[in-house]
């Protein structure tokens, strides 16, 4: 199923001509891994980032510390940072970011297990959206990559792909 | 498997206080996804690349545009570039890099599809070696995360731990 996600996402990517960059906190790469998948996706994706720590959200991604401080690596204002970051390093059209709470340790009252952050950058802006996704580890991340690509496809093609979270 | 694998590996590196990075290529961040699969691995890892281009490989890991041309992205010198690049980047005790024809396509007679180069960089200098994996992109993009992480667990545990490619 992800496979097929990432096709279609690569299929939308390529028709208009647009790249897509990845900078990933709670999935660990697996966003970009999805994407590769696919024979050619060299034409849609030329990099990503695994920023696991917050030093690296920093140093890689240029995300201000005090930003990180202020509202937590979990938070709205990082993650579109972080897309916005990788956006302009990678010079794509597109880029997503993520990051949360993957557990099963980590969580908090105000950020409990599942908890993600996702964001889309692109010229038109940034999109940003918080889920508290049930499951395992294995499971909150694999929600997570397949919101990922789903609402980026979306964003492509408008509003005919079903949500995967109805 | 992948992800007792990837605990092994999590707890060599652990119980020495070690930690990695990662470069990829044509894993497209499958090693840095299958270490992030254990509860717990912030402490052992704290960001990778995903290189897919070529000019992500120099901008991101400063491997210099004229290795890649006269070796070309799969090749000994390039994947030992990017794992000493990102190992300095990362200030990580360790770097895995990978770059190889995944396929179906960009295959050629030197290099066929399933030619796979890895490098695994630490202070005692940089280890490769490289492989010609059988199967489909799935399967030599599994395999080579495989021997990705089955090396570096050698590397750290001495020479108990099975090839997985008898």
Redesign the interface.
Known sequence: MLTELAQQCGEALQQRGLQVT?A?SC???????A???I????AW?????????N??KS??LGVAPELIEAHGAVSEAVVSAMAEGARA??GADWAIAVSGV????GGSRDKPVGTVWLAWASQLGTQTTCRLFAGD??EI?EQTVVLALTELIKSLCGSEVADPMP
Chains 1, 2 share one sequence.
Do not use: D, L, N
């Open positions: 990845t990933e999935t660990g790469g697996g966003i970009a891994e994407i590769t998948r024979a050619g996706s060299s994706f030329g990099q990503g980032w695994v920023t696991y720590s030093a690296a140093s890689q390093r990678a993957a557990g099963p340790g580890r294995r991340r």
